[in-house]
């Protein structure tokens, strides 16, 4: 398919193509099996001047859109969804301030997180703060010229690597998502601490840990808008993330579809390659149509974004819902076509297989998409009546 992509972003889809064949391809394995932070890929990420992608050209960055960040994060997913995470999870945390950081806060971070010098994290989620966000627990109060910030925030992307943090606390109790407000916490400030590396069943080369606030004193410039304004950035942060997370499922579907038909073509059995076996075969078409159906959706909504709609929630759900459950279908019938050596580690579609997980629950699982979509189509069809 021709996706009638500018000659710009063909040359950022091939630089992110490029690193991915050249230097995440060769590690993937070693960093899902060690665990290991892929601190060297973020320097050649930052080499090729693909960290402030979506940052706007004043502060550093390439001032592109949402498409050409879709474009770098399916290149990188294609490799590995762990190193696509790391690096999808720190625009995650530069969102709020892209969006609704002052002018000062802007020109203090975004330069910085462009030139790759430092990470971002993203942190909503906590104990009892899962899907329900508006439950989150962690307070600010103010003290003088200071914010206190304590409370436990869990499965952070990028906790404990990330310079700069975006936190979302509760300002005003009992007001329920209305007294959420949203703050940067820099790793060195006091009181701030991470807890230990999960183990995780996929994306073993992104990091995830607790950031633990106790008595974490911050300067009052650190809040992000207003007080009260932490719901709202966090639901523009993720409606402008979710796409993609979508991205992520495409560039992972399209590697374990390559693999799958690639294995296709070699493995011999009753005296022919499987892949003439119309049962293969057909398995393979249903694989590479949704593929292109999500890639399809993926870039169209990205474009919507692009064109700065007003509203844009519904779309940005489905950009990840349709994609992600996509992904974990796709890399559960790669490992099927190649049979015991889809299940063994030394292939990559294993890898594939859990990585895919993932893409259904973090920025909001796939049950919670589905009901920001009936919710709106609830709200359309009321309209239309
Ligand atoms: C590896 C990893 C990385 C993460 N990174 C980050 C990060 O960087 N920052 C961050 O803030 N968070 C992060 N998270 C948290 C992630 O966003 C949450 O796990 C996710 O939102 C779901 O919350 P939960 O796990 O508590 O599940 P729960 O909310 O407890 O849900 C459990 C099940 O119930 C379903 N469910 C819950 N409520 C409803 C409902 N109303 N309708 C239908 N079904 C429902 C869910 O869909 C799910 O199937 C990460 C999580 C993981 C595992």
Redesign the pocket.
Known sequence: MDYLLTEEQQMLQDLARQISEERIKPIRARLDEEELFPWDIMADLAQADLCGTIIPEEYGGLGLGCLENCLVLEALAGACVGVATTYA?SF?GAYPLLLFGSEEQKQRYLPRLAKGEVLA?????ESQA???AGAVATTAVKDGAFYVLNGTKQ???NAGEAEINTVIAVTSPGKGSRGASAFVVEKGDPGISFGKKEK?MG?RASV?REIILEDCRIPKDRLISKEGMGFIATMKTLDNARPGAGALAVGLAQSALDEAAAFAKERVQFGQPIFAFQAVQHMLADMATKIEAARALVYSVARYIDSKPREYTKAAAMAKLFPTDMAMAVTVDAVQIMGGHGYMREYPVEKMMRDAK?LQ?????N??MR?IIGLALNKEYARKK
Request: glycine residues 8%.
């Open positions: 999870a995650l994290a993203f942190a909503l989620t899962g899907s329900d499965w952070i992307t995780k994306i995830t993932i629950i973090y920025e909001g699982t049950q919670i009901n």
